[in-house]
């Protein structure tokens, strides 16, 4: 196997829940500002054997975030799974949990960049940085039970900073009944009658959503089918076939891979890299002149 890249880390995060260290793979782009705000990448892996291994050399994760030209960091929590092989979610459970998976990951990162653990530093960047959630396959449920727990009241005995706000959802082959934007919606009526639910639609209100598929994906022969027409009965929404120049709130897109791999849902055209690339702000530091 080549040797890792100098912009990702297999790291030893202190967040209960997890699997045994190192617990987490971090990438990042070569020129990130640490004084700059972070887009910041959760992705959520599925039932893949080795979740690391795979986020490196399938995922592509470390070379995804180097081609953007956004100051943006990739954490990808590796976690336990039960004994029917799904993930275990239970460390995003509360608003202080996800706080201290950010704040356990850039603090990392900052460590690999040659500078010490900085609390008011970490604060700071979690302040003012913004999440980007990328579920892919199993991964749903932890995207599920993120939300979940963003969308609740963040309680008064809370001793950590407030979590970033979400600008955005892409779910990679796992467009399940049950993640956030089909939350709610009556399956068992016919797809010419599909709506959103109005928690559905909300988070189209603060968050753009893509969807990536591979042929034959089973949420792509059942759930796209419904969203296709949730879509086409909200006109206040934009759609768009690829992944537009910019996404913002109200904005869903959606593409389909000519291929039925799903393990290359998420490598497959950069897929995530160009969902990166078309945030606004975050920009990079400016090169310096030669």
């Known amino acids: ?26 990438a990042w782009h070569p020129r990130l500002s640490l004084d700059l705000p972070l887009l910041v990448v959760l992705f959520f892996h599925g039932r893949e054997p080795d979740p690391q291994n795979f986020a490196w050399t399938t995922h592509r994760l470390p070379d995804q975030v180097r081609t953007t ?35 356990q990951g ?63 959802h892409s779910a990679f082959d796992c467009l399940y009944w049950d993640t956030p934007v089909m939350d709610g919606v009556d399956r068992s009526r016919p797809t010419e009658n599909a709506r959103f639910s109005e928690k559905g639609r909300a988070l189209l209100d603060t968050a753009f959503v893509t969807t990536h598929f591979t042929k034959g994906n089973e949420t792509l ?19 768009h076939d690829g992944i537009p120049d910019r996404l913002g709130p109200t904005d869903i897109a959606g593409t ?9 849902a998420v490598s497959h055209d950069s897929a995530l890299s160009r969902v990166v690339d078309a945030v606004e702000g975050f920009d990079l530091p400016a090169v310096p002149p030669a």
Request: glycine content about 6%; overall charge positive; cysteine-free.
């Open 69 to 103: 030209e956004k100051n943006a960091v990739v954490i990808a929590p590796t976690m336990q799974k039960t004994a029917g092989n799904d993930i275990v979610t239970g460390y995003l459970n509360t608003h202080d949990g996800i706080t201290g998976l950010l704040r």
């Open 1 to 26: 196997m080549p040797s890792p890249p100098t912009n990702m880390l297999r790291a030893e995060l202190a967040i209960g829940g997890l699997a045994s260290p190192p617990n987490a793979l971090l």
């Open 221 to 239: 022969t059942k759930q796209a089918r419904y969203l296709a027409t949730m879509v086409v009965h909200d006109a206040s929404l934009r759609r």
């Open 256 to 264: 389909v891979a000519p291929i039925a791999n799903h393990d290359i």
């Open 106 to 168: 850039l603090n990392a990162v900052r460590r690999q960049l040659g500078e010490a653990d900085d609390d008011a530093w970490a604060n700071q960047a979690i302040a003012s940085a913004r999440l980007l959630l990328a579920p892919y396959s199993n991964g749903y449920l932890a995207w599920t039970a993120a939300m979940k727990t963003l969308r609740s009241t963040r309680p008064t005995t809370s001793t950590e900073v407030a979590p970033p706000a979400v600008i955005g």
